[in-house]
């Protein structure tokens, strides 16, 4: 049962049921974030002065992968 944040209603009475569904749903969720093992800066670009910087980050395979851009100074 997915996790329905609804349930239960409010001045109902309990059921072993229906919190163990939300539970097990909660714990899905868990047990669905990615585990992140490391960090790689993978490019450094420099950019015309006056630009705004930019980023962009990935996740694969657990590693978060950087590309940043950064302005060179006037």
């Known amino acids: 049962m997915p ?11 309990l059921s072993s049921a229906v ?4 539970l097990t749903g909660l714990k ?6 990615p585990v992140i093992t490391g960090a790689v800066v993978d490019s450094v670009t420099p950019l015309p002065p006056g630009d705004s910087p930019t980023v962009s980050v990935a996740l694969i395979d657990g590693v978060l992968r950087f590309s ?3 302005p060179s100074a006037s």
């Open 3 to 13: 996790y329905d944040p609804a349930q239960p209603a409010n001045n109902s009475a």
């Open 19 to 22: 919190m163990r569904g939300q």
């Open 68 to 70: 940043f851009g950064i």
């Open 28 to 33: 899905d969720l868990i047990d669905a974030v």
